[in-house]
């Protein structure tokens, strides 16, 4: 069980930025995932975690104390790498029971045993144990790395992409499975993904990371619903959220409404949305938040069809609006669209991100209604 | 796979296997005609047919009656100590090309491996008079160092090829399980390149015991190579080609059987710091 | 424009291992947009170069237009082919690489200046027309593959693999482009890939192979709510389709051994069943409904585990080895550990035979 304090964490690759004064704190037992695109200096992060590479300045704290200097063997760290870097020539057995035999840890032949099965069964692994790793499948390659891991209850889990490398079915298995898993396992974890699904799903709380510095830390709701700025906003989402240009129009009585899309439907902005007097705004508008509509009404937009994409469960529709802005809508499997039809649709005010002009930064978002607004 | 060529056909393979024949033979020949050379006796040496009564009289002389397996002993000790030390001295340096980062890091793996491409002729007189003046002429130690010049480079290479296909991450995952860099080289990274070092061994071998310059110029009666002494033969009132022949194919005999040997270690250590894959 | 006939194609490389393409009959209609999807080995790609003529065929027939193509040279064969990996000519611009092909075929200098800005308008490439290749990034290299494909007014156009190698941003916004130039150009094309999302949102129908076999031809709605077997099921769909084993007990349930998973037989679930004691039993997780209190034929059951995902939440329930995930809204509220009922959507819910795979 450990803490982890990273410090002003900066790490130069020669001319190359892979992070820069990245600071976290993460608590004892906490599981929190490092998502960002790839290159962004999440795997940079993780070995320098893991002490594999050290840092050109800043510090790292486990357990609290200082680790610098500290070789990967005495951090008591364990890692799971993309790769999984199973050893090559050994059955699944000696892999789990590599560390086991290490210097440092001095295990007696039957502990060693009980532990290796242990964590097999805890894996679904156990009627492997005799294979050689050339003979297995990526999920159960997979499976054997994260056991040897778990084998060395160590004081903390690093866990690199590790479902990056399996096919769609399996990783939605796979990820519920360690979700699952995490109550059981009570260690503090770093996970680090590019899959904001994997980001929402697994971590108490998500490290943001692009182009070497981290954008926001927060829950997933926090990051989900009240992104930091429209980066982040469109790391979360699939298919990102649109994010279009908004004047704000005052009204009489204190009222404000958005004019957006170059049309003059009416669309009021949320009583309780700040915006400092601004002028022009970012709005971002999820796709599931836009509601094609069948009926005529002023507060209807208008817009072509640009193309219609069904994926089952769901539909995409790519919308041409009037000013020629192109907005994507996550739609009900059940409705279909013809190409360069004409459609009329809504945007719910009260779903709107407001983001300021210049530096695209969060600026505000209704709580008044929808799924914050259960929150406490 | 592609069957396409499908109009190549019979005709195509007929042909492509009688050319092979015919380059096997002609590169064979030579072989095949110093085997038979050692069994000839003296007055049947200048037949051109293939018929001659075949003796053994010629690896007698060789053997029992010269001082032939002085030098073989020779060959063996110098060749077997030179790929040793070029094992020790290389792997290391090829794993410091493979993994490393550092200044002029392309230029020095080049240097070392420019060392096969200079003639050794280039270089013998100098390292005559060095080899004089320092008292290394004609002793095994002054042998086998030189021999690094043939061996090293050829080891450093292949064996970098091997380092560079293992994964980093293996390494830091020893590492993370607790072992002292030291510990992981042996009991992870060696095992892993265990192909390589039997494949670079063995044709280093190969390539010392062929040796002929640099032993024939840096050694005497007491160092020397078998592959010079087979010469000897030749240096005397009448030529006895039968024992030139005799010594000659003792002289190939181990690189031979190794090659065979090893065949298929030989194409995958060539092959691979050729093939990046 | 042209129809292509695919008629028992077959595709062995070595006498006596089991066929790469086994006797695949496909009818593609003028303008279709075609996807042959499947996981990686299943002989989609082999499929697509026997098309291109790049592969030969070991018995069967490809027919384009009215005209049998096997013995015909891939130039003449009226296909343009984007690979998989641009395969474009370093040296040569843009604008000479997508000319390159027409000059071959002896066009005017003054045609091919006409088709090539003419493809360039299509495929949003103007401005990258006099660049080389090295200049370009991903998206844009996928853009000029394909209008050098396309400038060739090709009878079928094939297209390998076109999104595998960009960032998921990238791959979103190709797809909508490539769904809408279908929709403006009408070509028909067949897609090669092992993204079911990509096959369901471009294609007018969906070939799903495996081994090499084809397992369904049809519209990509029919496809996912009507598989014909439990491969096809499990392939498509994201999150996938829950499929497990039950048995008929005596009390004609449908139960999990173990586990507190028992679904009552309904009429139309015992029709199905027939007379078999065991069976698959699969499920989409929209098709799981969680409620808090039992009902009529409701499953009891325990949450294992919640996964909140912005605007869509999964609730997974745990009978045994058997993870079972439901989608429900986000406005539910459950906690790992909450006591729970499933209902099934009768529609949603699939039979398949536990030994031929085959839906029932």
């Known amino acids: 069980m450990a803490s982890v304090q990273l410090h002003g964490l900066t790490k130069w690759y020669g001319k190359r930025r892979g992070i820069e004064d990245v600071t976290l704190d993460i608590a004892d037992q906490e599981f929190i995932t490092i998502f960002g695109p790839a290159g962004a200096g999440k795997t940079t992060t993780l070995n320098l975690i893991a002490g594999i590479v050290a840092p050109n300045g800043g510090g790292i704290r486990i357990g609290g104390r200082d680790v610098d200097g500290l070789e990967p063997a005495d951090r008591n760290v364990a890692m799971v790498f993309e790769s999984y870097a199973l050893y090559p020539q050994m059955t699944v057995f000696e892999n789990m029971a590599f560390p086991l035999r290490s210097p440092k840890h001095r295990t007696s032949a039957s502990e060693l045993d009980e532990r290796v099965r242990r964590y097999a069964k805890v894996m679904k692994i156990d009627h492997l144990l005799k294979r050689s790793i050339q003979a297995l499948s990526n999920g159960q390659r997979q499976r054997t790395a994260l056991g040897r891991a778990l084998v060395r209850q160590p004081d903390l889990f690093l866990l690199d992409e590790p479902l990056s490398h399996l096919d769609a079915k399996l990783r939605h298995s796979m990820r519920a499975e360690l979700k699952e898993m995490r109550s059981q396992l009570g260690t503090t974890t770093v996970y680090v993904t590019h899959d904001y699904l994997e980001a929402m799903s697994l971590g108490d709380r998500i490290a943001v990371i692009n182009q070497g510095r981290i954008q926001q830390v927060g829950t997933p709701k926090e990051v989900y619903f009240m992104p930091a700025s429209v980066e982040v906003a469109q790391l979360f989402g699939d298919p990102e959220i649109n994010v279009i240009d908004a004047r704000v129009k005052s009204k009489p009585g204190g009222l404000r409404g958005l004019q957006v899309l170059g049309e003059n439907v009416p669309v009021g902005v949320p009583a309780d949305v700040v915006l400092n007097g601004a002028e022009t705004v970012k709005v971002g508008v999820r796709p599931s938040d836009i509601d094609v509509v069948e009926t005529n009404s002023a507060a209807n937009f208008h817009g072509l069809v640009y193309s219609f994409e069904p994926l089952g469960t769901k539909s995409v529709l790519t919308i041409d609006a009037v000013d020629g802005t192109r907005i994507r809508a996550l739609l009900d499997g059940h409705r279909t669209f013809d190409v360069d039809r004409r459609i009329q649709f809504r945007i719910d005010p009260y779903s709107l991100v407001f983001f300021d002009v210049e530096r695209g930064r969060f600026l505000a978002k209704s709580k008044l209604k929808g799924e914050e607004a259960r929150d406490g | 796979m592609n069957e396409s060529v499908s109009f190549f056909g019979l005709v195509g393979r007929v042909s492509k296997t009688v050319l092979l024949l015919v380059y096997a033979l002609f590169a064979l020949f030579p072989l095949l005609w110093m085997i038979i050379m050692s069994l000839k006796p003296d007055s049947q040496m200048f037949t051109t047919t293939f018929i001659f009564s075949p003796t053994m009289e010629n690896y007698g002389a060789v053997f029992l009656r010269s001082d032939y397996s002085h030098f073989f002993f020779n060959n063996l000790i110098v060749s077997v100590s030179a790929v040793l030390l070029s094992l020790v001295v290389g792997v290391p340096a090829a794993y410091a090309l493979a993994r490393f980062q550092f200044k002029l890091k392309e230029d020095i793996a080049f240097t070392i491996l420019s060392f096969r491409f200079a003639p050794e002729i280039l270089v013998i007189l100098p390292l005559f008079l060095i080899y004089q003046k320092t008292g290394l002429y004609d002793t095994y130690f002054g042998l086998i160092w030189v021999y690094q010049l043939i061996t090293l480079p050829l080891l450093i290479w292949i064996l970098r090829g091997y380092f560079e296909d293992i994964s980093p991450d293996i390494e830091a995952a020893a590492q993370l399980d607790g072992y002292s860099w030291w510990q992981v080289f042996l009991k992870v990274l060696l095992p892993l390149v265990k192909p390589g070092l039997v494949a670079a061994g063995l044709l280093c071998f190969i390539f010392a015991w062929n040796a002929f310059t640099f032993p024939l110029l840096l050694s005497d009666a007491r160092a020397q190579t078998s592959t010079v002494v087979a010469l000897r033969f030749l240096a005397s009132d009448t030529v006895h080609y039968g024992q030139v022949a005799a010594a000659a194919t003792i002289s190939a005999l181990p690189e031979v059987i190794l090659a065979l040997l090893i065949q298929k270690h030989l194409v995958r250590g060539l092959s691979f710091g050729a093939v990046k894959g | ?360």
Not at chain 3, 40 to 52: D, E, H, N, W
Not at chain 3, 101 to 112: P, R, T
Not at chain 3, 150 to 163: F, S
Not at chain 3, 259 to 288: C, E, H, I, M, Y
Request: hydrophobic share 40%; glycine share 8%.
């Open chain 3, 1 to 360: 424009m042209a129809e292509l006939t695919l008629r028992a194609l077959t595709k062995i490389y070595n006498a006596g291992t089991p066929a790469a393409v086994a006797e695949l009959n496909l009818e593609i209609r003028d303008g279709e947009f075609i996807a042959l999807l499947g996981p990686s080995g299943c002989g989609k790609s082999t499929t697509l170069r026997m098309v291109a003529g790049l592969e030969t065929v070991t018995s069967g027939e490809i027919v384009i237009g009215k005209k049998v193509v096997n013995q015909t040279h891939p130039k003449d064969r009226g296909v343009g082919l984007a690979f998989e990996n641009y395969a474009l000519y370093p040296p040569l611009r843009v604008r000479d690489n997508l000319a390159f092909n027409l000059k071959a075929h002896g066009v005017s200098g003054q045609e091919i200046d006409k088709r090539v800005a003419e493809i360039a308008q299509y495929v949003h490439i103007g401005d990258l027309l006099d660049l080389k290749p090295a200049a370009l990034s991903s998206g844009q290299k996928q853009r000029v593959n394909m209008a050098r494909a396309m400038i060739r007014r090709p009878a079928v156009l094939l297209l390998d693999e076109p999104l595998s190698h960009l960032d998921a941003r990238l791959r979103v916004q190709m797809r909508t482009e490539i769904k809408r130039l279908h929709a403006e150009q009408r070509f028909t094309t067949i897609i090669v890939t092992h993204d079911q999302l990509e096959a369901m949102a471009l294609a007018n129908r969906i070939a799903v192979l495996n081994d090499g076999k084809l397992q369904q031809f049809d519209t990509p709605l029919e496809v996912f709510n009507h598989p014909a077997n439990e491969f096809v099921a499990g392939f498509l769909g994201e999150p996938p389709m829950n499929i497990f084993e039950v048995t008929l007990n005596s009390d004609r349930h449908l139960i999990v051994p173990g586990t507190d998973f028992a679904l009552p037989l309904n009429d139309k679930l015992q029709r199905l069943l027939g007379s078999r004691a065991r069976t698959k039993l699969g499920v989409r997780p929209w098709g799981v409904k969680v409620n808090s209190t039992a009902s009529g034929s409701s499953v009891p059951g325990t949450v294992s585990v919640v996964e909140n995902l912005g605007d869509e939440t999964h609730v997974g329930v745990r009978y045994g080895e058997i993870l079972l995930m439901a989608s429900v809204p986000v406005t539910d509220r459950f906690k790992p550990g909450s006591k729970v009922q499933l209902t099934f959507n009768q529609d949603d819910l699939n039979l398949f035979d536990t030994e031929t795979g085959d839906r029932l």
